[in-house]
């Protein structure tokens, strides 16, 4: 499909399911934005810095897919910013993420939003491969990171919050 313009569905979806709250005098809270193709292994992602807040969502991911993918990423993401910005909490997939998650997608069935997305991925070989300490789960990465922990221990032990103890260790990819 076509990319269409997303600040029209941001603010759609800003009167349908925040009430209106990612918005102030008529203008986002946040920039929202298609990548610039480089964006190729996530749908999209939330991002706060000291001068700006954005929703980038992945022009290569999403414009083969039906617009149902575009809304249910790009709320997703909205769920972070109002988290963020509105309730001026700190969690990723927390209790507040969540709850307004089941909310959205209760009230409509037009678009579903996910914890995680299931779109087809560009194969691309990995050189790298990033190991749980706590749950043993291997991950492949193109590049190591700082800083990275495990998602899924970080939410079942310490409540969607980042630890030290779920670092991700890197170790080349020999396959």
């Known amino acids: 499909m076509p990319l269409e313009p997303l600040l029209p569905l941001f603010h759609r979806l800003n009167r349908e399911h925040f009430d209106g709250q990612l918005t102030r005098d008529d203008r986002p809270l946040v920039d929202v934005r298609w990548s610039d193709g480089r964006l190729t292994r996530t749908a999209g992602f939330y991002r706060r810095g000291r001068d700006l807040c954005e929703i980038v969502l992945s022009r290569p991911l999403l414009e083969p897919l039906p617009r149902q993918a575009t809304l249910g990423t790009l709320c997703h993401e909205m769920i972070h910013a109002w988290v963020d910005r509105v309730l001026v909490v700190r969690e990723v997939h927390g209790p507040h993420f969540r709850a307004r998650m089941a909310a959205i997608n209760q009230a409509q069935d037009g678009f579903e939003v996910s914890l995680r997305h299931r ?8 050189r790298w491969i990033a190991c749980c300490p706590c749950c043993g789960s291997r991950t492949p990465y193109q590049r190591r990171r700082q800083g990275l922990a495990c998602r899924h221990c970080c939410e079942r032990l310490h409540g969607g919050r980042w630890d030290a103890s779920c670092l991700l260790v890197f170790e080349p990819n020999t396959a």
């Open 119 to 126: 779109y087809p991925l560009p194969v691309v070989a990995s």
